[in-house]
């Protein structure tokens, strides 16, 4: 078997009880004692997620800003420093490389945070597009690694272990040059979970202090460690894509409801004459929300029927923790993607009903102001 | 008597008289994490050795259970239906899945007793 590569963190995981399995070539926490728990943990009090697998992706030089202009699908243009940005990076033929967050660090520096299992691609994307501009590309992944606090209390929490006002910092904007645990780092305001909460990013020698003390400063408000179960259970319930499920390179970021991310109207992008061109010839699929009207539990690559007739496949699907009820996000024909359509999703030969409905399923609790 | 039988799927099997009361382990429950959904099969189904007898799921998958022995089914435990997080609480006991009247109850002469059971449990996990 190929050796899996480890976070900084591994040994606190392997400490801790977490069961570790293979994620895109990495050993991660699926789960320390429970999924469910650790998901209600988010939602209720918080979570602390080692995502130092994430790829980070350097951009620096006079032209960075006109470079991403060219590859992302959304317009940064009036990115302020140490804003962020999210966009779905695309192939010229609309398909989705990846979808990214943008971070202005500084004025001509750019990071680009990327799924882990696309760095490589991405990476080899972007250097390959980055001809005639003047901006130097680096891979900067092995030198960072990230943790997550997410949930209604991840602020309290780390608050007492930052020399940050973290008052200051709003939704999607980062302070690249502060202190966590004592140890140099960038926090933001962002995360996968659809609650408040910072991502720090660090050295990778210093992830393991900084977990540690923030795992201690945060028992007696109920932070607790949180695997990648929760982390796609809690992702999926306030509907945010992810990269080979909801968008892919089959996929475009329009059919995959990303079309706030997409704009047509900035200068050129690449893939913006093939998105433009599904745009006007009308989407003939599109991802939406399911909730399942009978008993069982809709998974991914299931079937979506209409009348007796297969009109798409589930992307994401499974018993929503917050809810207690099947949910799922599915590709299906345009047609049907009004709220409110009944439909029905094939579970293992037999037809169960189910309802398009709006998403998210969750409700964002981020703090904006 | 009321040996308990155990199959390489990770099913229990527990006879008494003609009647075989079914679940899954307590290591594979261990192994799923917590459950959300169980399938039941109908009462006055029949079912085949081997064959598709449930499906239990946990919050990141579905799995199937399959049946020991060959037979109808004759029960079903409801409760599964409304708590299916009875079977990370009590997968040898409460938690029951269905009872079969045995067709044949040779077959279960080809399931593990708990000690070779955990030793097979043992070896599949290396």
Same mark, same amino acid.
């Given at each position: 078997m190929l050796e899996l590569r480890k976070t900084p963190l591994y040994d606190a995981h392997v400490e801790a009880g977490g069961r570790m399995v293979d994620f895109g070539g990495w050993a991660l926490p699926?789960?320390? +004692?429970?999924i469910l728990e650790e998901h209600r943990a988010v939602r209720e009090r918080a979570g602390l997620f080692d995502v130092s697998h994430m790829g980070e992706i350097h951009l620096t030089g006079p032209d960075a800003m006109a470079f991403i202009q060219h590859l992302?699908?959304?317009?940064?243009?009036q990115m302020q420093v140490h804003q962020i940005v999210y966009s779905p990076m695309c192939y010229p033929d609309g398909g989705v490389v990846d979808d990214i967050l943008i971070y202005r660090?500084?004025?001509n520096d750019y990071w680009l945070v990327v799924n882990a299992s696309n760095t490589d691609k991405d990476y080899d994307w972007i250097t390959r597009n980055?001809? !005639? /501009?003047d901006v130097t590309v680096s891979n900067i992944s092995s030198k960072v690694a990230q943790v997550a606090i997410q949930g209604p209390v991840a602020q309290t929490i780390l608050q007492r272990n930052t020399d940050c006002d973290l008052d200051s910092i709003k939704f999607f904007w980062c302070r690249p040059e502060t202190t966590v645990a004592g140890r140099k780092c960038l926090v933001s305001? +962002? !995360? /996968? +979970?659809?609650e408040d909460g910072f991502e720090i990013y660090c050295k990778p020698e210093d992830a393991r202090h900084i977990w540690d003390t923030l795992l201690e400063a945060g028992k007696t408000d109920g932070l607790i460690p949180a695997g990648l179960g929760a982390r796609d259970s809690l992702r999926f319930e306030a509907a945010l894509p992810l990269y080979g499920h909801e968008i892919s390179q089959d996929i475009s970021p329009l059919e995959g409801n990303l079309g706030f991310f997409v704009k047509l109207g900035k200068s050129e992008f690449i893939g913006r004459e093939a998105l433009s061109a599904q745009k006007e010839r009308g989407l003939s699929s599109r991802v939406v929300g399911l909730e399942l009207a009978g008993r069982g539990v809709p998974r991914e690559g299931y079937p979506v029927m209409a009348e007796g007739r297969e009109i798409g496949r589930i992307t994401s699907g499974m018993f929503s923790p917050t809810f207690n009820k099947g949910l799922a996000m599915a590709l299906i024909t345009t047609e049907h993607a009004r709220p409110g359509t009944a439909l029905a999703i094939d579970i293992r030969g037999k037809a169960v009903p189910a309802t398009v409905v709006k998403t998210p399923f969750y409700k964002k609790a981020y703090r904006k102001e | 008597m009321s040996a308990v039988k155990y199959t390489r799927d990770h099913e229990w099997v527990k006879v008494e008289g003609k009647i075989a009361t079914v679940g899954i382990t307590d290591f594979a429950v261990q192994e799923l994490g917590d459950l959300v959904y169980v399938e039941l099969p109908a009462v006055g189904d029949e079912v085949r050795a081997g064959e598709r007898l449930a499906a239990v799921e946990s919050v990141k998958a579905a799995s199937d259970v399959f049946a020991p022995v060959s037979g109808e089914v004759v029960e079903v435990n409801e409760a599964l239906e409304d708590e299916a997080g009875l079977l990370n609480e009590s997968p040898m006991d409460e938690a029951w899945i269905a009872r079969i009247e045995m067709?044949?109850?040779?077959?279960?002469?080809?399931l593990m007793d708990r000690a070779e059971y955990d030793e097979f449990v043992k070896e599949a996990s290396h």
């Open positions: 699926v789960q320390y +004692t429970s992302v699908t959304n317009d940064c243009s660090v500084c004025e980055a001809s !005639g /501009y305001r +962002t !995360g /996968y +979970t659809g | 067709s044949d109850p040779k077959e279960l002469d080809a």
